[in-house]
C-alpha cells in the first residue's frame, strides 16, 4: 500500500518491494556469478525500498553485510526504507549489531491483527466482489475463527465459493467448517493460568485478589 501511493504521487519514482528471502537468494546468485558490485549498484537506484521479513536475514552474515552497504547509502541519499519483521528490533537475534542498530533508527510500529469487525468487513467486500449473498451467520462464523490475517479470510471465502459452486451447495455453516478445517488450523482458546483464575472468580463470585491473599475463608478456600 506505501509503494502504490508512492508511485500515485511521484510516478517516476523507481520501488521495489521484495521478501528477504528473495534479497538473499539474489545476493547468493551474485556471490557465485561474481557480480556483488552490480547487485548493491542496482538497488542503490532504488527510491523506496519494500523489505518483508526482514529476520530471514539473521545468521547470514554475507547477505547483512552487503545490505548493511545498501541501507546506509540509501538512508544517507534521503532514499525510502521499509522494513516489515516478525519481531522488534530489539527481540531480533543473529544480526550484526551495527545493522541492528541502523533498524532502530526510524519509527517502529506494531502492525496488530484485525479485529473481528475488520474481518467481516473484508469477507462483506469480497462477497460484494464476487456479487454472491452470503448468510451474516457465516460472515460471523469465518470472522471468529480466521483471526491471523486478511489474506486467510481472503483465501477462505475463494475455497467456500470453489466448494459452493463445485457441489452445487448453497452457503452453509456446515460447509464453511468443512472448508476451515481443511484451510486453517481452528482457532482454539488458550488455556492458561490467567483464564483458569478468571473463569473461577467470575463463576464464584470471588474477587481475584483473595485467592493470592493469605486468607482461610472457607469461601475463598474451597
Not at 10 to 35: G, H
Request: aromatic share 10%; hydrophobic share 40%.
Amino acid at each position: 500500500a506505501v509503494g502504490n501511493r508512492m508511485k500515485e504521487q511521484y510516478p517516476q519514482s523507481r520501488v521495489l518491494y521484495l521478501s528477504a528471502r528473495t534479497f538473499e537468494s539474489q545476493y547468493t546468485t551474485a556471490v557465485r556469478k561474481n557480480n556483488v558490485n552490480d547487485f548493491i549498484g542496482f538497488y542503490k537506484t532504488i527510491d523506496m525500498l519494500i523489505i518483508d521479513d526482514v529476520q530471514e536475514f539473521a545468521g547470514k552474515t554475507g547477505t547483512q553485510n552487503t545490505f548493511f552497504h545498501i541501507f546506509n547509502y540509501l538512508h544517507n541519499n534521503q532514499k525510502h526504507l521499509i522494513l516489515s519483521c516478525d519481531c522488534p528490533p530489539a527481540e531480533l537475534d543473529g544480526m550484526e549489531p551495527r545493522l541492528l542498530s541502523r533498524f532502530k533508527w526510524g519509527m517502529t510500529v506494531e502492525l496488530s491483527r484485525p479485529d473481528i469487525e475488520l474481518r467481516r468487513n473484508v469477507f462483506r467486500q469480497k462477497a460484494r466482489e464476487a456479487s454472491v449473498n452470503v448468510p451474516e451467520e457465516i460472515i460471523n462464523f469465518v470472522a471468529e475463527n480466521v483471526k491471523d490475517n486478511v489474506r486467510e479470510i481472503e483465501g477462505v471465502f475463494v475455497s467456500l465459493l470453489a466448494y459452493a459452486t463445485a457441489l452445487n451447495q448453497p452457503f452453509t455453516v456446515e460447509l464453511a467448517r468443512n472448508v476451515l478445517s481443511n484451510s486453517i488450523r481452528m482457532s482454539k482458546k488458550q488455556i492458561s493460568f490467567e483464564n483458569i483464575v478468571d473463569a473461577v472468580c467470575t463463576q464464584l463470585s470471588v474477587d481475584t485478589a483473595m485467592l493470592f491473599s493469605k486468607s482461610r475463608k472457607r469461601d475463598v478456600a474451597d
